[in-house]
């Protein structure tokens, strides 16, 4: 896009500073995100976000969840006595024409804009040190978040229901059209699949005997979505359009889908795909140390099913997509969903053998 045209974007914000220039950031996969800098060394940078309305239909409900957990965050850090908080709680600015809406509709299409955190970096990759950072950042996330006083909107619907996913799946599988579903490795990993399917949906059976309440998560939880500063200490979480009631099995169990995985979620060598026990155990840790002052004792005893549950959910998703024609995940290659698939089911069937091991850390923990 021409730089003139971004600035009329921009235009409708209301913003501090005249902006000198507009250029990409990052790589994001869902939304389109620009950097905008201002002239004035007094003012702060922006960053410029055009939301996909195909993942998010209803921009207006997720830009109502984004303002109530923001101005919440940034009432606790205040009242903790913390400084330079616009670097450790996004900041969104409103619109011009409508300051009670945190984005703008230009042309048909949704933009928003933010404060951009300056000095900070983000990681790919996670060790145990970053594991422990991240899982005490998320549990803080949801602990600050635990008396928002306004109930939040389901950006997706039905997100991470077990039971939603697989009728998802029996659905494609009664229609078959992409003629897929007689494969032998589909066979084979439904047959996997089944097995679990009951189980795996205890979360929501509790969720109906009101056992397990839902709670804000961020539901996105990977440690690319983190800022740190430049001595590794965490800033603030980012990426907030995911932010949704949810059972706490989402942000922990979906945190060790990928970071936990020895190799990508998408690696071919089923063989190399195995659980790293040490990234559990200091993202527990660190989850704990944060979060255990809210959860109850069947979110604790639960915590091994979560790590179990994603990998299966994403399994049965991925499988679904190949399923369905490959509508939903960009493909390089005609089996890539079900290779994904295949390497999340032999994650899980790792885990599977690591339970005695966490149950045991997990009671150590709280010890
Ligand atoms: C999608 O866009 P990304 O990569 O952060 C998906 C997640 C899946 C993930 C699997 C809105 O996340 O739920 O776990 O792919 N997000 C959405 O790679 O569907
Ligand atoms: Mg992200």
Redesign the pocket.
């Known amino acids: 896009m021409e730089q003139n045209e971004l600035k009329r974007i921009v235009g409708h914000f209301a913003i501090r500073g005249t902006v000198s220039e507009i250029k990409p950031l990052g790589a994001g996969?869902?939304n389109d995100t620009l950097k905008v800098k201002t002239a004035e060394p007094d003012q702060p940078d922006y960053v410029l976000q055009r939301v996909n309305t195909n993942?998010f239909p209803d921009v207006d409900m997720v830009m109502r969840n984004i303002y109530a957990t923001t101005t919440h965050i940034r009432k606790k850090l205040e009242a903790a006595g913390e400084t330079d908080i616009d670097r450790k709680v996004l900041t969104f600015m409103p619109s011009k024409e409508d300051p009670s809406k945190l984005y703008a509709v230009v042309d048909g299409q949704y933009w928003r804009m933010m404060i951009f955190i300056d000095n900070a970096i983000t990681k790919q990759a996670v060790d145990p040190e970053s594991s422990r950072a991240a899982g005490k950042a998320f549990g803080n996330f949801q602990a600050m978040l635990a008396d928002i006083p306004v109930e939040l909107g389901e950006t997706?619907k039905d997100f991470h229901n077990m039971e939603f996913r697989l009728q998802q799946l029996r659905e494609v599988i009664a229609k078959d059209p992409a003629g897929r579903v007689s494969e032998p490795k589909v066979q084979a990993i439904l047959k996997e699949i089944d097995a679990r399917a009951d189980y795996m949906c205890k979360a929501e059976r509790m969720g109906r005997e009101g056992i397990l309440p839902k709670r804000v998560c961020h539901c996105?939880t990977?440690v690319n979505n983190m800022m740190f500063d430049q001595q590794d200490n965490v800033l603030c979480v980012i990426d907030l359009d995911?932010v949704m009631p949810n059972f706490i099995f989402s942000d922990y169990g979906?945190f060790l889908r990928t970071a936990a995985n020895k190799v990508a979620?998408d690696d071919p060598d089923m063989d190399a795909v195995g659980f790293n026990i040490d990234i559990f155990k200091a993202f527990t840790e660190g989850y704990l140390s944060s979060a255990s002052t809210f959860l109850t004792r069947v979110e604790i005893e639960n915590l091994p099913y979560a790590v179990k549950l994603f990998p299966y959910m994403?399994c049965v998703r991925f499988l679904w997509d190949y399923l369905s024609g490959d509508k939903y995940?960009k493909c390089q290659y005609p089996t890539h969903n079900l290779v994904r698939a295949d390497n999340q089911l032999h994650l899980l069937l790792s885990i599977e053998k690591h339970e005695a091991e966490m149950e045991q850390f997990i009671a150590d923990c709280l010890k």
């Open positions: 996969l869902i993942v997706i996105d990977k995911t979906d979620e994403q995940w």
